[in-house]
């Protein structure tokens, strides 16, 4: 690992440059490639004085400057926090150093940008003479969320650790001496990573909580239970040991599904601009923080602990194995299919009906299969059709951010396929025909007494929904995020999820 360490305290003089010194002897006497950047010795002009850094010709030591940032492997900032940020030198250094062209570029014609740096980690190191408490809880740690989110995050550099010393203006020569050595533990640390043991764990553990994408399991786990308790409504009662088996295969196929999008869309993710909560992947292939050989290890796990899942079910089942082994493995053809060759459902403009179907008829299914439930009985199949219809607003919208990068991937979505417009009638449509759909089954007593209660509520919700996207629609505003509506089309389906679930149980 090559290392590069940026003093950006003003005066050669300071504690922080004797920090910076002994957090060098540490690297050296880790026996690391490194280099020491002082932006007090450096002749440059702080201020950008063109409409765009990169129109201001930059200094020989600048050009030095950029060539060592590109050398690194590891940033290490130490600087004084004055004024609860960084020291107006330091804050012209990078005003003119992170230049586009160089640290980050913008996507002509659109909004978005690619960061250059991605790959590189960086720490900081401050001292201060504000209390750590008061910085942190108080202030919000503004200096901390600058450095580390806003300059080196938008130039995809990963901040990994921060050191903090301080208050400094009264401390003792032995805490000063405490806090030499400690920076040069620091350094000689760094020869097993930048960052330490714990947060390497707690990193990694971050990331694939990241990729799993917990916030689109709670309704499959709804719907599942809601098939379950319509199979034992009658003379049965609920096992609880296949439910929570059946439950744990599903789990498992999810993950595996979520793992192989994240890995096989790589190409549209890298691309994308517009990454939100409920589009554009986790993006941890894109950050770097997994690989693709942690990803491919995730799938194959994931896969292992569905098939073990599986066994498990189908050996404690006493009747319907046949058509619960059935339902498990359409439900992974599907699942998988959505982006994994050949099929790859959602390249062919079909991945939308492919959520719709196993998030609704597949997942029901299966939590009534697993319970005793004959496959054939009309009540799953009549319950999952407003279901299916509430699912594909929330679908739809989410590939809308998505649809120029997709579109780049080759990635034949419904919002690439008809437009925003197009994408827009066809999510409000469906909201109304799911409500529709819930109307006629209440109307023919063919809704289990789940539906009656929550029609009108719907169809509140689905008018909300077609207001706010037509509001969008008319001020022809650029559809790079909108979590909102997302947000309240996926709150949509509820109404045929969640519902089910109360008036059942």
Excluded at 174 to 196: H, I, K, T, V
Excluded at 311 to 326: F, I, N
Aim: hydrophobic share 50%; glycine share 10%.
């Amino acid at each position: 690992m090559r290392v590069l360490l940026i003093l950006g305290h003003p005066r050669s003089d300071s504690f922080g440059a004797a920090l910076c010194e002994a957090l060098r002897q540490g690297i050296a006497d880790a026996g690391l490639e490194h280099r020491t950047l002082a932006v007090a010795a450096l002749a440059f002009d702080p201020d950008v004085r063109q409409p765009s850094p990169a129109d201001q010709a930059l200094e020989p030591d600048l050009q030095e400057a950029q060539g060592a940032i590109a050398w690194a492997d590891h940033l290490v900032f130490v600087y004084p926090t004055w004024w609860g940020t960084l020291p107006a030198r330091l804050k012209g250094f990078l005003d003119r150093v992170l230049t586009p062209g160089f640290a980050f570029s913008y996507r002509p014609g659109t909004e978005g940008w690619d960061p250059l740096l991605a790959g590189k980690t960086a720490e900081l190191m401050t001292t201060m003479d504000t209390p750590g408490w008061v910085y942190r809880w108080i202030y919000a740690a503004p200096g901390y969320r600058a450095m580390a989110r806003a300059t080196l995050g938008f130039c995809g550099v990963r901040t990994v650790h921060i050191s903090r010393f301080g208050p400094v203006h009264r401390s003792t020569r032995d805490q000063r001496d405490r806090w030499l050595r400690e920076a040069r533990a620091r350094g000689r640390s760094l020869a097993a990573g930048p960052r330490p043991p714990l947060r390497r764990g707690m990193f990694k553990l971050g990331a694939w909580l990241r990729a799993l994408r917990l916030q689109f399991y709670p309704m499959t786990w709804m719907v599942y239970a809601a098939g379950a308790l319509l199979a034992t409504s009658g003379a049965r009662s609920l096992d609880a040991g296949l439910f929570w088996v059946g439950y744990l295969a599903l789990f498992a196929l999810e993950a595996a599904t979520v793992f192989s999008n994240e890995y096989f869309d790589f190409e549209t993710d890298r691309r994308n601009p517009n990454a939100g909560p409920f589009n554009g992947g986790s993006r941890v292939l894109v950050d770097g923080s997994l690989s693709r050989a942690e990803l491919r290890t995730g799938i194959a796990a994931a896969l292992l602990v569905f098939l073990f899942a599986c066994v498990w079910l189908l050996t404690s089942m006493a009747d319907a194995r046949v058509s619960a082994a059935g339902v498990l493995l359409v439900l992974a053809v599907l699942a998988l299919g959505y982006t994994v060759p050949p099929l790859r459902l959602s390249y062919r403009g079909l991945g939308e009906l492919d959520v719709a179907v196993t998030h609704s008829i597949g997942v029901l299914l299966a939590g009534y299969v697993f319970q005793g439930g004959v496959w054939t009985d009309p009540p799953p199949w009549l319950l999952a059709l407003p279901l299916a219809l509430a699912v594909l607003p929330a679908i739809v919208l989410s590939g809308i951010p998505d649809r120029e990068s997709d579109a780049a991937a080759g990635k034949r979505t419904l919002a690439v396929r008809l437009g925003v417009r197009g994408a827009v009638a066809l999510a409000g449509g469906a909201a109304f025909a799911a409500t529709a759909a819930a109307i006629f089954l209440v109307g023919g007593g063919w809704d289990a007494g789940v539906y009656a209660g929550v029609v009108c509520l719907a169809g509140v919700h689905a008018l909300l929904l077609a207001a706010i996207l037509g509001r969008r629609l008319r001020q022809d505003r650029r559809w790079a995020r909108i979590d909102g509506p997302t947000a309240l089309a996926l709150t949509f389906m509820l109404w045929f999820g969640a519902a089910p679930l109360v008036l059942l149980s």
